[in-house]
């Protein structure tokens, strides 16, 4: 062994001379190729590409749309250069949306908030060596310890909190929590309380880790029916006292000994979108409410999302948001509101929304889209971006797609009263054949 070393050890030696002293090569050695020089290069879209007309549109989409496993579908298709509406199906028909209504929150966001707003969770000191973890309304805020992963993306840590209050020298005896940052119901009458250890919710509080999940990083994870206290639990582990947390309000005007600030609010949005996270859309909502001068309240959030949107000049007629994360069968949106909100973000005349097709999960590669497009309807991989939208007996599809000759087009699928099972492949179809549409 030690002379195959030393043999590879002179080798190498006299390889290194030959190359140091000459650019002559040994004879019989074989000449390298030259490096791979690579240009990466994103081409833009083109303004002037084809417009599909409506006729082309209706001609080519006629075989996807005669499949029954759509069940009852409503739809709207535009041009995202001109806004001109090439297809609909019942479009003002309000719809049950499931996850699609996200579009709505997600947008209201866009429309209401600076793009870079990050929300502070604070800890401050009580009485006898308690301190106190005062919500804000972010569930981002993550139980992993430093350096290791997250859910969601950038998120602050309770560890980084523990870490700044060790640095005071305070002796913490005690964790409290303060949840006052939001008020009234913490759950819809419309939600099953089943669907906190189903993995789709939490109680809706002002202090949330990891949006209630039990196991941070697993996306289905059980939730927590008791969010604020069991972040607290997690702040007082970290500090090494009892978990014993109780409820308290931060007197006014105490001392900030450790805070942690939020990733800002378009990539907590894009986690929002991709992930399909009900608890982060829930919380988003109130952000805005208390941002514009509504309630701190989920109601207060509804209405938020209504108004921003309504004083954006999107018709909301008949529109009915029994929540604005889609968790609820009571909802009500039409696909032309969706359709018209994706198109004003792909068009140019809004640039306060553009960012909402960088958060639409990609086909076959992102978020909820990730395992479809993948094996069936994978000629539309890559080239569709759509929020989805599942409950049982509703699916939707709603994002932009850029046809073969480069033209992108908006879309709302709906499809009502089916199986999410057939419903799901049939819109995709759909979406596939926008891809591959010449449509003229």
């Known amino acids: 062994m030690v002379v195959l070393i030393v043999v590879a050890a002179i080798v190498l030696v006299i390889a290194l001379r030959v190359d140091q002293d000459s650019d002559a090569l040994p004879e019989g050695a074989v000449p390298q190729p030259a490096p791979a020089s690579l240009t990466p290069r994103i081409n833009p879209v083109a303004a002037d590409a084809p417009s599909p007309t ?40 309000p719809m049950v949306p499931a996850s699609t209504i996200k579009v709505l929150t997600a947008s209201a966001a866009l429309v209401s908030l600076p793009h870079d707003k990050r929300i502070t969770t604070t800890v401050v000191a009580g009485k006898a060596g308690q301190v106190i973890l ?28 523990a870490e700044q209050i060790k640095k005071t020298g305070m002796k913490v005896t005690s964790v409290a ?27 809706i509080e002002s202090l949330i880790a990891d949006s209630g999940r039990v196991e941070p990083l697993e996306i289905d994870s059980p939730r927590t029916a008791t969010p604020a206290v069991t972040a607290g639990a997690a702040l007082a582990s970290e500090l090494g006292v009892d978990g014993a947390v109780v409820q308290a309000t931060a007197p006014a005007g105490a001392q900030v000994i450790a ?14 979108m991709r992930a399909s996270d009900n608890v982060l859309a829930e919380t988003v909502s109130i952000e805005i409410a208390m941002a514009t001068g509504g309630r701190p309240t989920m109601a207060g959030g509804i209405d ?15 529109t009915v948001i029994a929540d604005v994360s889609g968790l609820s069968e009571d909802n009500r949106v039409s696909a032309g509101l969706l359709d018209k909100v994706v198109n004003a973000g792909a068009g140019t005349a809004q640039p306060k929304l553009r ?29 569709v971006r759509a929020k989805t939208g599942t409950l049982t007996g509703a699916s939707a599809l709603v994002g932009v797609v850029q046809t073969r000759e480069g033209r992108v087009l908006s879309f709302a699928l709906m499809s009502n009263g089916t199986s999410p099972d057939v419903a799901r492949p049939a819109l995709d179809t759909i979406a596939v054949a926008l891809r591959d549409c010449g449509c003229r």
């Open 134 to 161: 005062v919500g804000a309304g972010d569930p981002t805020l993550s139980v992993q310890p430093a350096g290791e992963e997250t859910f969601f993306t950038d998120a602050p840590r309770i560890s980084d909190l």
């Open 355 to 383: 960012p909402l097709l960088d958060m639409l999960p990609v086909a076959g590669a992102t978020g909820t889209l990730a395992e479809r497009f993948a094996t069936e309807n994978k000629a539309g991989a890559g080239w």
């Open 177 to 203: 929590v303060d949840t006052s940052g939001f008020s009234g119901p913490t759950m819809t009458e419309s939600w099953d309380p089943a669907d906190i250890a189903g993995g789709n919710i939490t109680p």
């Open 304 to 318: 938020a999302v209504r108004k921003a949107l309504s004083d954006y000049g999107f018709n909301m007629n008949g």
């Open 259 to 272: 805070q942690v600030e939020s990733a800002p609010l378009v990539t907590r949005l894009g986690d929002m």
């Open 54 to 93: 409506p006729d082309g549109v209706r001609a080519d989409l006629t075989q996807a749309l005669a499949n029954p496993d759509l069940g009852q579908l409503s739809g709207e298709i535009s041009d995202a250069v001109s806004g001109e509406t090439l297809w609909s199906a019942t479009p003002n028909q």
